[in-house]
């Protein structure tokens, strides 16, 4: 799949179906305003002004960083059940969660640009990715995730946050990409909701050059 550039926003890196990423996928938003590696990341969490309204009702927000991820259907199938880290773009400008071989088997959320203030549980929209081959993969049974799953992230705190799945979407990377598709500006796009998505290559669409033409793409909104 060749590279998508967009003036405003990089588009989303994708995939693969085992080890790396190519080069020639596209890369994420917010790439051009890389902020560092996740150890340079301090706690986003805002503290409120002095002069701000006491009535004034001041939203929660975890501490710390995302750390746990763990997904229930409603049967009470626990689906997913990774450790999580904070990634942004390894050398070749893609987003290959545990590129540097030192998170194997996790799951990433991203933290580039205007996305290191949207851990998952923070107002706006939230990026979680792992990897799914047909050797497995932390992300191997997100296509098994139903409407109504429970979607459980714990941060370094101890605080936990919770989503519950809203909607399970299968589409070609091409869409989920775009921000000028209806999905692609769903993910990427400006929210005054707090949602996380969770993205995974889709097993069942075509291998081209070693990478899947389709993704699993899962909707969790804020409890």
Same mark, same amino acid.
């Given at each position: 799949?060749?590279?998508?550039?967009?003036?405003?926003?990089?588009?989303?890196?994708?995939?693969?179906?085992?080890?790396?990423?190519?080069?020639?996928?596209?890369?994420?938003?917010?790439?051009?305003? !890389?902020?560092?590696?996740?150890?340079?990341? !301090?706690?986003?969490?805002?503290?409120?002004?002095?002069?701000?309204?006491?009535?004034?009702?001041?939203?929660?927000?975890?501490?710390?960083?995302?750390?746990?991820?763990?997904?229930?259907?409603?049967?009470?199938?626990?689906?997913?059940?990774?450790?999580?880290?904070?990634?942004?773009?390894?050398?070749?400008?893609?987003?290959?969660?545990?590129?540097?071989?030192?998170?194997?088997?996790?799951?990433?959320?991203?933290?580039?640009?205007?996305?290191?203030?949207?851990?998952?549980?923070?107002?706006?929209?939230?990026?979680?990715?792992?990897?799914?081959?047909?050797?497995?993969?932390?992300?191997?049974?997100?296509?098994?995730?139903?409407?109504?799953?429970?979607?459980?992230?714990?941060?370094?705190?101890?605080?936990?946050?919770?989503?519950?799945?809203?909607?399970?979407?299968?589409?070609?990377?091409?869409?989920?990409?775009?921000?000028?598709?209806?999905?692609?500006?769903?993910?990427?796009?400006?929210?005054?909701?707090?949602?996380?998505?969770?993205?995974?290559?889709?097993?069942?669409?075509?291998?081209?050059?070693?990478?899947?033409?389709?993704?699993?793409?899962?909707?969790?909104?804020?409890?």
């Amino acid at each position: 799949m060749k590279r998508l550039v967009t003036v405003v926003v990089a588009a989303f890196v994708l995939l693969a179906t085992s080890g790396c990423l190519s080069s020639s996928e596209p890369t994420w938003p917010g790439a051009a305003a !890389a902020s560092g590696s996740p150890s340079q990341v !301090a706690s986003p969490t805002p503290t409120p002004s002095a002069s701000q309204d006491p009535e004034a009702r001041v939203p929660w927000k975890p501490q710390g960083l995302p750390v746990h991820l763990a997904v229930v259907n409603p049967d009470g199938k626990l689906i997913i059940d990774a450790d999580m880290f904070g990634e942004g773009l390894d050398p070749l400008g893609n987003l290959n969660p545990g590129y540097d071989g030192t998170h194997e088997g996790q799951a990433a959320w991203f933290n580039e640009g205007s996305r290191v203030t949207h851990p998952p549980g923070f107002p706006g929209s939230a990026i979680v990715a792992g990897h799914a081959s047909t050797h497995g993969g932390v992300f191997h049974a997100l296509p098994t995730v139903t409407t109504g799953a429970i979607i459980t992230i714990r941060y370094s705190s101890g605080d936990e946050v919770k989503f519950i799945v809203t909607k399970v979407v299968l589409d070609l990377k091409t869409d989920v990409t775009n921000i000028d598709t209806p999905l692609g500006r769903e993910i990427w796009g400006d929210s005054n909701t707090t949602v996380a998505w969770l993205i995974a290559c889709d097993l069942t669409t075509m291998n081209v050059n070693g990478h899947r033409l389709g993704n699993v793409v899962v909707q969790g909104i804020l409890l």
